[in-house]
């Protein structure tokens, strides 16, 4: 008699194997597709019918095994198979792949999933995105650029936007002072006098009036002075709301930049020599020169005569013009140049004379010059002397600060430690002051004594840097991201991370390349890559399929003779039951 079990057990063979050509279809369609994890399908035979469950050996029995008849085929399960695909170079910084076990993280429509595909673009936020526009999440940075972990957010690489600029901290100096150059014996002496003979005088009515038989003192008020042209006349040099400018003026034959000084009814002579000494940058703390004279500007009341006292050494010489000093009215209009100056003697001394350039905080340009001069020679060595000043300090003085430093006999120097020096930036946005180290002996070079021609100097290190915008970057295979600015400097501008799951099969595949929590998967494990078995990331590159073209085709010819197989039975029991037919006729 033909049995309908084996037409349904038949049938269940069919089934099955066109569930394996389900998957298989599945597989070859994706052969191309990024990170694509090929599936398997497996066969697990249905529950029998028993005839007998077979008996036990007896004494005289040596006993049956189990009949049983099986009922069929079942699909046991899909198992997706989470093996690394070939890793694909494409030289596009933002392509990322995974080399080893783990996921990227995104969020999908505020749904955090994970996916394997790497082919990352950025949207007009700047975030790596994926192909479907959802975020690639990581760590992130705090504003010393350091990465902040455990706290998942989206990755920004704000190309062209993102701007950054270092304050200067360290300056290192290097070269040879000429320790056989002369000694100085005074600094430069300029007088500036009303005419080419006589000095300033007061008026009558000055207030207050000069002692007896001064022409003119400290503190007689500017607008007090006669006009030099009108001598007898009673009529001021200055008036309130003029200003007085200083430019062009030069130390060393280098041009100091412009200084102006507002008159008011009560700036006083006083007031004006101190805006001298400030603006060509004369150091008055530095006691007497040697021919006793001390730097500075002062005003001889018996003559009305100011005399400008420079600092010693050849590269700390005065020069200045008439035309250097320009009186200007409240339009901005030249009134006059209302002094005449006179040279008696310039500075001289061994010196050495240079310039840097430092940065702020908002990565703004600062210049500072150094001059070292010669001070003293002894049995123990050579002292000199250092004056800093720069013309962007925002105080009314050049002057940063000054001291000295020692060599020994072999020129060596003495005096290590680094000097300070603060530049004040009020009112310029920059934090200040802005404080930096100036090494004369450090690892980039050292400043040396030695008998030479002349002397030489330079800064051979300076850190900080100009403002700069993120014009590259770069993913290293821990996950880091570096961004790479215009002005040279690097900085970390966060983490790519990689999730974890206890099994990576009980993922659930949620279409476009991505997977979400299952029941089986276990939890996502947030791990740094390259960390606690993560895998590491390859940038500028791409996971391909795992996908084994050759493995499907014969798993398709082993489905394709099985469900041929299947459909024999169901026709061999066809044609019994056709017999049977027969024979009922």
């Not at 050494?313 to 009134?335: E, I, P, Q, Y």
């Given at each position: 008699m033909a049995s309908t079990t084996a037409l349904y057990a038949a049938l269940s063979g069919m089934n099955a194997n066109s569930r394996s050509l389900d998957v298989i279809g599945n597989n070859v369609a994706n052969v191309n597709t990024t990170a694509f994890k090929g599936s398997r399908t497996l066969f697990s035979n249905m529950f029998s019918r028993n005839l007998s469950e077979g008996t036990a050996p007896t004494e005289n029995s040596g006993g049956t095994n189990p009949s049983q008849i099986g009922l069929g085929v079942q699909v046991g399960g899909i198992q997706k198979q989470h093996v690394g695909g070939t890793i694909s170079a494409t030289g596009n910084s933002n392509d990322l792949a995974i080399d080893g076990d783990g996921f990227f993280v995104i969020s999908d429509g505020g749904v955090q999933k994970y996916t394997r595909d790497g082919s990352f673009g950025k949207n007009a936020a700047d975030e790596l995105v994926t192909i479907g526009g959802a975020r690639v999440l990581g760590y992130g940075v705090d504003s010393e650029y350091n990465i902040i972990d455990g706290q998942l957010q989206p990755i920004s690489i704000p190309l062209g936007r993102d701007s950054v600029a270092i304050a200067t901290t360290q300056v290192h100096m290097s070269g040879n002072l000429n320790a056989s150059g002369d000694l100085p014996t005074r600094g430069a002496r300029i007088t500036l006098s009303g005419t080419e003979t006589t000095g300033f005088v007061a008026i009558t009515t000055a207030n207050p009036a000069p002692g007896t038989g001064n022409r003119v003192e400290a503190t007689t008020r500017l607008v007090d002075l006669e006009d030099p042209s009108q001598p007898g006349s009673d009529t001021a040099l200055f008036s309130a709301g003029q200003s007085l400018q200083v430019q062009n003026a030069e130390k060393g034959s280098k041009v100091l930049p412009a200084r102006s000084l507002l008159i008011t009814s009560t700036t006083t002579v006083a007031d004006l020599n101190q805006f001298l000494a400030d603006s060509l940058g004369i150091d008055s703390t530095t006691g007497a020169n040697p021919d006793g004279r001390t730097p500075g500007v002062t005003v001889d009341?018996?003559?009305?005569?100011?005399?400008?006292?420079?600092?010693?050494?050849?590269?700390?010489?005065?020069?200045?013009?008439?035309?250097?000093?320009?009186?200007?009215?409240?339009?901005?209009?030249?009134?006059?140049?209302?002094?005449?100056?006179?040279?008696?003697?310039?500075?001289?001394?061994?010196?050495?004379?240079?310039?840097?350039?430092?940065?702020?905080?908002?990565?703004?340009?600062?210049?500072?010059?150094?001059?070292?001069?010669?001070?003293?020679?002894?049995?123990?060595?050579?002292?000199?002397?250092?004056?800093?000043?720069?013309?962007?300090?925002?105080?009314?003085?050049?002057?940063?600060?000054?001291?000295?430093?020692?060599?020994?006999?072999?020129?060596?120097?003495?005096?290590?430690?680094?000097?300070?020096?603060?530049?004040?930036?009020?009112?310029?946005?920059?934090?200040?002051?802005?404080?930096?180290?100036?090494?004369?002996?450090?690892?980039?070079?050292?400043?040396?004594?030695?008998?030479?021609?002349?002397?030489?100097?330079?800064?051979?290190?300076?850190?900080?840097?100009?403002?700069?915008?993120?014009?590259?970057?770069?993913?290293?295979?821990?996950?880091?991201?570096?961004?790479?600015?215009?002005n040279g400097l690097t900085r970390t501008l966060g983490r790519v991370v990689v999730a974890k799951f206890s099994s990576n099969e009980g993922l659930v595949d949620d279409g476009n390349n991505t997977y979400r929590v299952g029941a089986d998967s276990g939890n996502a494990q947030i791990l740094n890559p390259g960390s606690l078995g993560a895998g590491t990331i390859v940038s500028g590159s791409l996971e391909l399929s795992n996908v084994d073209l050759s493995n499907e085709f014969i798993k398709m010819v082993q489905a394709s003779t099985g469900f041929s197989a299947n459909s024999r039975v169901i026709r061999t029991v066809d044609e019994l039951m056709q017999q049977l037919l027969v024979i009922g006729r």
């Open positions: 009341p018996a003559t009305g005569n100011i005399t400008i006292v420079g600092n010693t050494g050849s590269a700390n010489d005065l020069r200045v013009d008439a035309s250097d000093f320009r009186l200007l009215d409240t339009n901005g209009t030249l009134v006059r140049s209302p002094f005449v100056p006179n040279k008696a003697v310039a500075a001289d001394g061994e010196s050495v004379r240079t310039s840097f350039v430092t940065f702020d905080s908002l990565g703004s340009e600062v210049v500072v010059d150094v001059t070292l001069v010669a001070e003293s020679r002894s049995n123990a060595g050579t002292t000199w002397r250092y004056f800093l000043e720069s013309g962007n300090d925002t105080d009314p003085s050049r002057q940063l600060t000054t001291g000295t430093v020692s060599f020994d006999t072999a020129g060596q120097l003495l005096t290590t430690d680094p000097v300070t020096v603060n530049v004040d930036l009020d009112g310029t946005g920059a934090g200040t002051p802005l404080t930096f180290e100036l090494s004369f002996s450090s690892s980039d070079g050292n400043v040396t004594a030695l008998a030479d021609d002349t002397s030489q100097l330079a800064a051979v290190f300076r850190n900080g840097s100009p403002i700069g915008s993120l014009s590259g970057f770069g993913i290293g295979a821990d996950g880091t991201i570096t961004g790479s600015y215009s």
